[in-house]
């Protein structure tokens, strides 16, 4: 768990070095795409998903459908996988606060499926991929408000 | 981690006559799932509850009937309890003080200023009813504590000052570790004799620890008894854990826990500590709880885009699937006498309440209010549905079955999670606070009671913050 955390801390401080972006271009690195890592970060780590790739898409509020822009970093997943075939992934659906804890255990879930969905639709193999819901009890931004509940609703994939 | 089980604490009972008299007329051992016999009728005062005008400050009986719309707390003298010196003296105050606290808080009586009192001495056999009856006193509440350490005997009365007669005695005899049960059994008899219904007050809560920033939360299992005392953590926060529920009978619990990155659930038996996974499922289990009659636990299992309802039984292990909706259906919770079972779902399109039978069949929406609803909790009595709200604010409120009669009892930013206790009459949840910056400042949750009729909101103490809180059955 610990290990997962950093990860997430990780992306917390990259996000917060983009706080101008809004969020549903944030994890993509600025809009960089799947273009090659120019951060120096190890390729098929961690930090190579973050920085080069995109570690997570958002959602409206109450939903689990992907947007254009959560499947473009998606695609862009998909395709990292694709060239590091060693490498497997978890991942964590999330929601904002503004649900009950139970059904958003169920609902983070649902999120976590979509994105596995999507990215096995794109080629990457089930078995590299493991979900996992933390409902509202992870969330990536610390504040209440509109900004924060659409950060918090997520969902994250990182290398496991 | 040593585990006290409170079934296993040898409490005795025995039944007073009138001071003076001195005649032991039955004895017995309290247990788990043992209703507090009534007494031998030669034992007591026969003062039946009596329902019509609501109590005035004064000049009358101290009994009446709870099921009145709100009434006037009874106002009651408990004086320390007498003692042979000593220790015995100690433990006399402390008891008045947990059965004082108890009656106070929730709601119903009004216990007196012991600067008030005249003058405890008895009149001979009897209490002075004239001196309390001065300073407003309906009820009073007498009692005698003798020895210690492995052998405590505590007895007390109950007296209706108005027409002087003794409604209760009860003499009990224990451990003096077990002091506090002592006076929340004397609070629920006094309760009970009163109002004429169960008290509640020699319960537990199962809840949920949280601690440390909010994004890498330690949460922690815990138990205390109702009024926050004997505070425990069952777990030591390596994993994630949630939605704990009491076994209705057993030292028992049902629990989620995120163990080995699992996010499954768990029996936990509180006795030996032994912790087991509930049922071979595939994808996450939550939302447990347990039958009524305890055989089973329902529970969600999440699969694909929705979660289906599921009863485990505890003995074969064996699951049957409830619903297959494709929806989301979670928070499942039978009715007391386990012939129906109500839950939440969004296969409306958004979160909304409903019911089924226990076979699953026979599914109908009840929720109609303004909002979605969730994690419904159907009451011991069977009347009401307890309810989380969702809107632009939460809230906690109760429906009939029917989904009639729909009533908001609190509401905050977030309130979720009710639960009643074994008799129906109180509820207690848990509140959170939003966050105020960026950091997560101000953010934090506390557990809450509230009366049914929606009066008497009170935060549980509790050591760390805390939620998802879960009502015991009544002890004895």
């Known amino acids: 768990m610990n290990f997962k955390l950093l990860g997430a801390i990780a992306a917390f401080a990259l996000l917060a070095a983009c706080a101008s972006t809004p969020p549903t271009t944030a994890g993509a690195a600025g809009g960089s795409g799947a273009t090659a890592g120019t951060s120096g970060a190890m390729p098929g780590s961690e930090e190579d998903l973050v920085a080069n790739v995109g570690d997570r898409v958002f959602y409206a509020f109450n939903q689990s459908n992907l947007s254009g822009d959560a499947r473009a970093t998606l695609d862009r997943q998909a395709n990292w996988l694709g060239r590091y075939p060693q490498v497997s992934v978890q991942v964590a659906g999330n929601c904002d606060d503004r649900g009950t804890e139970e059904y958003n255990l169920a ?49 994250i994939t990182s290398v496991r | ?67 009145r719309a709100r009434t006037e707390p009874i106002p009651i003298a408990i004086p320390d309890f007498t003692g042979g010196g000593g220790d015995s003296d100690r433990l006399g105050r402390d008891l008045v003080g947990v059965i004082t606290n108890d009656l106070r808080n929730c709601g119903l009586f009004r216990p007196l200023d012991p600067a008030s009192f005249i003058n405890t001495g008895a009149a001979g056999d009897l209490p002075n009813f004239q001196n309390w009856g001065a300073i407003g006193a309906q009820a009073l509440v007498t009692g005698r504590v003798e020895g210690g350490g492995s052998s405590v005997r505590v007895e007390f009365r109950l007296w209706d000052v108005l027409p002087q007669q003794q409604i209760q005695g009860t003499a009990y005899t224990t451990t003096s570790g077990n002091w506090r049960r002592i006076g929340h059994i004397i609070a629920d008899v006094i309760y009970e004799r009163l109002l004429g219904e169960k008290g509640y007050f020699d319960t537990r809560i199962v809840y949920i620890s949280g601690t440390g920033p909010r994004d890498r939360r330690t949460r922690r299992l815990a138990i205390m008894d109702q009024d926050g005392e004997n505070n425990r953590f069952l777990t030591d926060g390596s994993w994630m854990v949630l939605t704990p529920r009491f076994h209705p009978t057993r030292d028992e619990i049902a629990f989620m826990s995120y163990a080995n990155n699992r996010p499954r659930v768990y029996t936990f038996d509180l006795g030996s500590g032994r912790q087991q996974v509930l049922g071979d499922f595939e994808g996450m289990t939550l939302s447990p709880r347990f039958s009524p009659d305890g055989s089973a636990v329902i529970l969600s299992e999440t699969r694909g885009g929705g979660a289906d309802i599921y009863v485990v039984e505890l003995g074969s292990r064996s699951a049957r699937r409830l619903t297959n909706s494709g929806a989301i259906d979670v928070s499942p919770c039978y009715s007391p006498d386990g012939s129906q079972i109500v839950f939440n779902s969004d296969r409306g399109g958004d979160q909304q309440l409903y019911i089924m039978g226990a076979d699953g069949g026979g599914v109908r929406r009840i ?20 309810f989380t709200r969702l809107g632009g604010s939460f809230a906690i409120g109760v429906m009939h079955p029917d989904g009639s009669g729909e009533r908001i009892l609190s509401e905050s930013f977030d309130v979720e999670g009710p639960t009643f206790a074994p008799n129906g009459r109180v509820l207690m949840f848990w509140r959170t606070s939003p966050a105020t910056n960026s950091r997560g400042a101000g953010y934090g949750s506390r557990l809450v009671s509230i009366d049914i009729t929606g009066f008497n909101e009170r935060v549980v103490q509790t050591p760390t913050d805390a939620s998802d809180p879960a009502w015991s059955p009544l002890a004895s």
């Open chain 1, 107 to 155: 609902l983070g879930q649902r999120r976590a499926n979509a994105a596995r969905d999507y990215l096995v639709a794109r080629g990457a193999s089930s078995s590299r991929i493991s979900t996992i819901s933390y409902g509202k009890d992870r969330p990536t931004a610390l504040g209440d408000n509109e900004d924060a509940w659409a950060q918090n609703r997520n969902a």
């Open chain 2, 1 to 67: 981690m040593t585990l006290v089980s409170k079934e296993s604490v040898g409490i005795s009972e025995e039944s007073l006559g009138l001071p003076g008299a001195g005649v032991v007329h039955r004895r017995r051992l309290l247990g788990a799932g043992a209703a507090l016999l009534a007494l031998p009728a030669g034992a007591r005062a026969q003062t039946p509850p009596v329902s019509g005008q609501p109590a005035a400050a004064s000049g009358q009986s101290a009994v009446i009937d709870v099921n």
């Open chain 2, 367 to 386: 929720s109609y209010g303004n909002g979605q609803y969730g994690t419904p909790v159907w009451s011991p009595r069977g009347d009401l549905i307890a």
